[in-house]
Each structure stands twice: as C-alpha cells, then as structure tokens.
C-alpha cells in the first residue's frame, strides 16, 4: 500500500522525501543520508502502514481481555507494537522488490529506494533477512500456538504482491494478511482460537479492503496504464457504495466479536463511535480527489484507536 499523488513539495522537508511520507517525519529529519533509502523501505517515513497491520493485533488483545475481565495483556501489547513496524518494513521491502519494474514506470513511485537505483536488489534483500530476523525474535516470545499461528500468516504475506496483476481483488489478499493480527492477541493470551478472535479477524478484513479502495481511488488513472487492478477500478462509480458495503460488513463482524464475549457499554460505545467515523469517511469520499482520499485512508488510525479504546475500557471495567 503504498500509492499516492504528490502533494506540493514544501510540505516536506527532506530533499529525499517521497509522496507519501508524512509531513515532518521524525525518521527523515535525523536519518544520515545512507540511511534515508532503507527508512524509505521500511515505511518508517509512513507510519500508516505499521498503524493498520497493528490495529487488529490490539482490537483481539483488548477483545482476549474483555473475555477474561481484565483488560489486554500490556506485555503483548508492546510486543505487538515492536512486531507490527517490523514486519511492516519487511513486507513492504518485499513488495518493493517485487514490484521495482512497475514502480519504475509510473511517476509516484519511479524515486522509490529500488527503481532510483539508491538500493540494489541484492541490499534489499539482505536487509529482508534482518527485518525477518527481528520480527521472529518478537514472534517467538508468544507460545507455541501463537507463534504457529504468525508463521501461517507468511504465505498470504508472500503472495500478495502478485495478486495486483490478476485479479482486482488484490485489497481483499491484504485484508486476509494486515488483519491476521485479529488472531493474534486472542491466541497469545490464550494459547487457542475461538470464534471471538475469528470474527475480529473478520472485521478487520472488511475494514481493510474498504480502507485500502479508499487508497486505490488516488492511482486509478496510473494502474489502468501499467495494467494494476484494484477494488477501486472494479467498483469504478460505485465505490463510495462499495466501500460503504464493507465498512457495514466490517461493524457487523466485529458486533457479533462483543456479543460473543458479553462486551459492556463501553465496548459499544467504541463500536458507536468506529461505526460513525467509518460513516463520515464514506459521505466525505470524493472519486478523482487524491489528497481527499489519502486523508481518508490515514484518518483509519484514529478509527482503529477508537474501537480498540472501547475494547480496553470495557474489559478493565469489568
């Protein structure tokens, strides 16, 4: 996830700042230069993408702790934070690999660490190994079944980047990899699934594919030129209807997770709140907006947040 049209260039400030970096980014600002292209790899100049893969995490812990009227397991928690910009790197380098042929033809990606010739493959992947390195030792301070339980998650991880060139669900593939974190926290507090977890993980599927059409929407123009295929393409002027769909299915699932676990007030306050804000995204969407729809995609933090808030509130009032 990783699309997006450049915004005017005095909103950054680093000569090697690409489109979607955040504005002021901590990372940029006091890199050394030869450490620029591999922050840029990692995405730690885009600190959206870590927030999303470690929102669920924290939604099934808060969720395994609601169950256990105690709260989430704040160990796990801080695991899952070291965990989630790990891996994000990891699976972003790996995309970036994959795709450096495509970056290199289309105009918001051609400065990328890989297709600008600032990384050679054969450093990018070497630094792979030390992003999977670190994310194991993270993964292995869980038990067995939650370490069993991460591994799967690598094959949907290795997958994905292929997915973009045949099919135009490619957003449903990352939904099944950026919300495996649903799992996640319910297996590390108790060493099992069960269908609370299952359904976590469900809504945050959902979630993800209506946050990232919402993504899509900025490259639409770009990805019918080099052959992408996207949900945003596919559901072209119904999207704001496509989107909504998911984001209702996304409320649902995670209703029936609360209802499993016997969540109090505070639960469906979160889920209150979550459900309004994911209203306001889909009524403010505006197709062929680019900044629009960035703003909307990263305002998904703050949704997540919400609902994981109501979860933890819930479970420590219990």
């Not at 992947?125 to 799967?152: H, Q, R």
């Not at 926290?185 to 299952?198: D, E, N, R, V, Y």
Request: charged fraction near 15%; glycine fraction near 8%.
């Amino acid at each position: 996830m990783s699309r997006d049209d450049s915004p005017p260039q005095d909103t950054y400030e680093h000569n090697d700042a690409l489109p979607d970096t955040a504005p002021r980014d901590f990372f940029l600002r006091f890199s050394p230069p030869a450490a620029v292209p591999f922050v840029q790899l990692m995405r730690l100049d885009r600190p959206i993408g870590w927030w999303l893969l470690l929102l669920p995490c924290w939604w099934s812990a808060a969720l395994a702790g609601m169950a256990a009227a105690k709260g989430p397991h704040w160990g796990h928690v801080l695991l899952f934070l070291i965990g989630a910009i790990v891996m994000r790197g990891a699976g972003s380098t790996w995309n970036d690999i994959i795709d450096r042929h495509i970056d290199a033809q289309v105009e918001r990606t051609r400065l990328r660490p890989l297709p600008s010739g600032r990384v050679s493959v054969r450093a990018a992947k070497i630094f792979l190994a030390a992003e999977l390195m670190i994310g194991a030792l993270v993964l292995f301070s869980f038990n067995w079944f939650a370490i069993a339980t991460g591994i799967a998650s690598l094959a949907i991880v290795a997958i994905y980047p292929f997915m973009k060139r045949f099919t135009f669900w490619p957003q449903a593939v990352l939904g099944l990899a950026f919300a495996w974190g649903g799992l996640m926290g319910w297996a590390s507090a108790f060493g099992a699934l069960a269908w609370p977890a299952i359904l976590i993980y469900v809504a945050a599927i959902f979630w993800t594919i209506g946050y990232d059409t919402i993504y899509a929407m900025q490259d639409q123009r770009d990805d019918a030129i080099v052959g992408v295929r996207s949900t945003a393409r596919l559901f072209a002027s119904n999207v704001r209807t496509g989107v909504a769909a998911f984001y209702v299915l996304a409320v649902l699932s995670a209703a029936a997770a609360i209802i499993l676990v016997k969540g109090g007030l505070f639960a469906w306050m979160g889920l209150g709140a979550f459900a309004t804000h994911l209203a306001w995204q889909v009524s403010a969407m505006r197709p062929g907006d680019p900044p629009q729809a960035l703003m909307l995609f990263r305002s998904n933090r703050d949704a997540g947040l919400i609902l994981f808030a109501g979860l933890t509130i819930a479970g420590m009032m219990a």
